[in-house]
């Protein structure tokens, strides 16, 4: 599994962990997923958009 730019880990050109900009932990999305609540600090945490 590769590393983007923020620490985002994809495969292919999907990104499936990003790190949560409240508390650091990484979040995993589901397939199709956009948003998800952190379940450490319950900020809501978006899938970074397709470049």
Same mark, same amino acid.
């Given at each position: ?7 985002? +880990?994809?495969?292919?050109? !999907?990104?499936?962990?990003?790190? *949560?900009?409240?508390?650091?932990? #990484?979040?995993?999305? +589901?397939?199709?997923?956009? !948003?998800?609540?952190?379940?450490? *600090?319950?900020?809501?945490?978006? #899938?970074?958009?397709?470049?």
């Amino acid at each position: 599994m590769t590393r983007g730019a923020h620490g985002h +880990e994809k495969v292919g050109e !999907e990104i499936l962990r990003v790190r *949560c900009y409240n508390c650091g932990r #990484r979040i995993a999305f +589901e397939q199709g997923q956009y !948003e998800v609540k952190c379940p450490h *600090c319950e900020a809501l945490v978006k #899938r970074p958009k397709k470049k």
